[in-house]
């Protein structure tokens, strides 16, 4: 019974290629993110949809292109993967009415090489 | 920019001892003030939340208090279990569902 859901959880690849992160939530929530957490464990979102509709969308760069088909969905591409893009990345939502408290995925670790 | 930082990186703890994991923010503006944690190989985990006119709000064996004057944030675990041992990341949100999280502080309890 998984909350939120995302795959590949482990993913290792070479520099220049183009990756997908799947993510799915099962929780009714309107809102859907995707973090990334480095190295040192800071954690930093980098979208936020609302209703399929891109709210927050922070200084990323455009390599990364989020898609959501639908409210339970929002997957993640990456073009032209860098060593830099080397980190986990955590899928997770929220309800609008509690929007503190964010329900993550398990998260992809991602390895650039 | 805004930011929100924690004092100690590591924490070590003998079980059954309380544990307080301390959080600084900058951000006076933010609505609510949130405590994460997150055990190794998982995603963060709601703990408990603060809103910012409250200085003290108590779960089980958690206590978040807040002190708005020196904008300090702490989470208080009371007699500590090795269950406790993870990552504990204080949040603050102020702009629309944006959570900005802090670098986190490893809790490890010594059995």
């Known amino acids: 019974d998984t909350a939120v859901s995302q795959t590949p959880k482990y993913l290792v690849t070479q520099m220049g290629n183009d990756k997908s992160i799947k993510c799915e939530q099962n929780l009714g929530h309107d809102t859907m993110y995707w973090y990334k957490q480095d190295s040192k464990k800071f954690l930093k979102i980098m979208f936020s949809?609302?209703?399929?509709?891109?709210?927050i969308n922070e200084t990323v760069p455009n390599r990364f292109s989020p898609k959501s088909p639908d409210k339970a969905h929002l997957n993640l591409h990456i073009n032209s993967l860098e060593l830099g893009d080397s980190a986990v990345y955590f899928c997770a939502s929220s309800p609008v009415a509690s929007r503190n408290t964010i329900y993550f995925g398990e998260g992809s670790w991602l390895t650039v090489v | 920019g805004e930011s929100v930082g924690l004092h100690l990186p590591t924490l070590s703890v003998q079980e059954g001892d309380n544990s307080i994991i301390n959080c600084a923010y900058s951000n006076s503006a933010s609505d609510y003030f949130i405590w994460y944690k997150q055990e190794s190989g998982k995603g963060p985990q709601f703990i408990i939340d603060?809103?910012?006119?409250?200085d003290k709000r108590q779960g089980q064996r958690v206590t978040v208090l807040l002190n708005k004057t020196v904008k300090h944030l702490s989470l208080q675990i009371a007699a500590t279990q090795p269950g406790d041992s993870a990552v504990y990341f204080c949040?603050?949100?102020?702009?629309?569902?944006?959570?900005?999280f802090g670098t986190g502080t490893k809790l490890q309890v010594i059995p």
């Open positions: 949040a603050e949100t102020g702009g629309y569902q944006k959570v900005t």
């Open positions: 603060i809103r910012s006119n409250m």
């Open positions: 949809y609302n209703n399929k509709e891109l709210i």
